[in-house]
């Protein structure tokens, strides 16, 4: 009976450390302590640059518009719809949320004497049953991000308000890169344009005639 004393003090002290370990475990279920704990990780994802805000007075200058539709035309601001392959095949900008009743114009529109060889992307929805300006920002992200995967760089500068046109509202055009990105807003109507190769005050131009074949 004395000789397997030994024996079972030796199994009782193996079976206390090994629940030890496991209670160790338990707390600490990647197995290190407290002061050796791995390093939580201290670079976020990358989101893509945001779109400048309009300004406040965009809405108060919109409502004054009265209600308007868009149209594909054939020719804006003397700039021909692009046709064959420099045509769109697909709707780069996404819209936002598409209700009955609305029309989304997106189209290609080339320089035929100057400018730049890229042509200017018009994207544009009408009969907008949320505040436009909101509608025109979302426009503005998707613009943006189409700008980029089509060689844009930097980040959008800030926005700044131009003569918006006999047709009134608010118009606004901001810097990305050697690019420039412009918007139109009004009661019912929000679009969006890229002009490659070009400063905000020349597109703002550009953009306020095209504005006049394209919004009726």
Not at 23 to 33: S, V
Not at 35 to 42: F, H
Not at 45 to 59: E, I, L, M, R
Not at 63 to 87: F, H, I, N, S
């Amino acid at each position: 009976m004395t000789g397997r004393q030994p024996l079972a003090a030796r199994a009782l002290f193996a079976s206390a450390a090994l629940a030890a370990t496991l209670a160790l475990a338990a707390c600490d279920p990647e197995g290190t302590d407290g002061d050796t704990a791995a390093p939580a990780a201290t670079t976020a994802p990358v989101s893509a640059p945001a779109a400048p805000k309009s300004s406040p007075a965009a809405t108060k200058s919109a409502a004054a518009a009265g209600k308007r539709t868009l149209t594909e035309a054939a020719t804006a601001g003397g700039l021909a719809r692009a046709t064959g392959d420099a045509q769109l095949s697909d709707v780069p900008v996404d819209p936002g949320e598409m209700r009955d009743g609305m029309n989304l114009v997106e189209a290609n529109y080339q320089w035929e004497v100057g400018g730049s060889n890229r042509p200017v992307l018009f994207a544009g929805v009408d009969n907008v049953p949320e505040d436009p300006s909101k509608r025109r920002e979302h426009l503005w992200r998707g613009l943006i991000d189409y700008a980029t995967g089509e060689g844009s760089t930097g980040s959008p500068g800030e926005s700044v308000a131009y003569p918006a046109g006999p047709l009134g509202g608010n118009l606004e055009c901001f810097p990305l890169g050697a690019d420039a990105l412009c918007g139109w807003v009004d009661s019912s109507t929000a679009a969006v344009a890229l002009f490659p190769a070009s400063s905000p005050e020349d597109a703002a131009k550009q953009f306020a005639l095209m504005r006049a074949d394209l919004e009726h």
